[in-house]
C-alpha cells in the first residue's frame, strides 16, 4: 500500500512538473563582453570585472550544453580553456588589489535545445569576447601586463571561434 501511494506521489509530480523549465534571467547590462561593449569610460576593475564574468559566462553555458548533450568536443576542451583564462586573470585582481567578483553566471545561462542552437551560441559568444578583449587591450591607460592578458585571451578566444565555426558548418 505504502509502495503503491509513493508511487502515484512520484507519478503526479513528475507528470504535472516535468514540463516546467527554469528560466534563466538575462544577464544584467553591464556585465561580461556586452557590459564591456557598451561601457565608453572603462577603469581597470572594470577591465578586469568584465573580462572574468564573461569567462564565468562562457563556462557556465559550456556546463549547460554538457549536462544536455554529454561531454562533447569542442565544448569540453574549451571549457577547460576558459578556466585556464580565469586562471590568467585572478592574478591581476590580486597584484591591482581588486575583489574577484562572485561566479553567478549560471543564472543567467539557458540550456540550448539542439547542438545547432549550442553551436550558434558558441560562435556568438566568442565572437562577443574576442571584440571585447580588443577593446580592452586598446584601453589607453592599461597597464602593460593587463594588456598582454588581455591580447592573450582575445587571441586564444579566436581559436575557440574557428572550433564553433567548425562544428556549425556541419548543420548548414
Given amino acids: ?22 528560466k534563466a534571467e538575462a544577464p544584467p ?3 561580461g563582453a556586452k557590459g564591456a561593449l ?7 576593475k572594470e577591465a578586469l570585472t568584465y573580462a572574468i564574468e564573461d569567462e564565468y559566462l562562457a563556462q557556465a553555458r ?9 561531454e562533447i568536443r569542442p ?13 590568467a586573470l585572478l592574478p591581476l585582481f590580486t597584484r591591482y588589489n581588486i575583489s574577484v567578483p562572485e561566479n553567478n553566471a549560471s543564472q543567467y545561462t539557458t540550456t540550448p535545445k539542439t547542438l545547432k542552437e549550442a553551436f550558434e551560441a558558441g560562435v556568438q559568444g566568442e565572437i562577443d569576447n574576442i571584440a571585447m ?16 592578458v588581455m591580447v592573450r585571451l582575445g587571441d586564444a578566444s579566436k ?11 556541419q548543420y548548414q
Avoid: C
Fill in 1 to 22: 500500500m505504502k509502495k503503491g501511494i509513493i508511487i502515484a506521489i512520484i507519478s503526479f509530480i513528475f507528470l504535472n512538473f516535468s514540463h516546467i523549465e527554469v
Fill in 38 to 44: 557598451q561601457d565608453t569610460s572603462i577603469s581597470l
Fill in 133 to 148: 578583449y580588443q577593446k580592452l587591450a586598446d584601453l589607453p591607460d592599461l597597464p602593460e601586463d593587463v594588456r598582454t
Fill in 62 to 70: 559550456y556546463d549547460a550544453i554538457m549536462k544536455e548533450f554529454g
Fill in 159 to 169: 581559436n575557440h571561434l574557428a572550433a564553433f565555426k567548425k562544428g556549425l558548418s
Fill in 75 to 87: 565544448f569540453s576542451q574549451i571549457k577547460i580553456a576558459e578556466q585556464r583564462h580565469i586562471t
Fill in 29 to 31: 547590462e553591464d556585465y
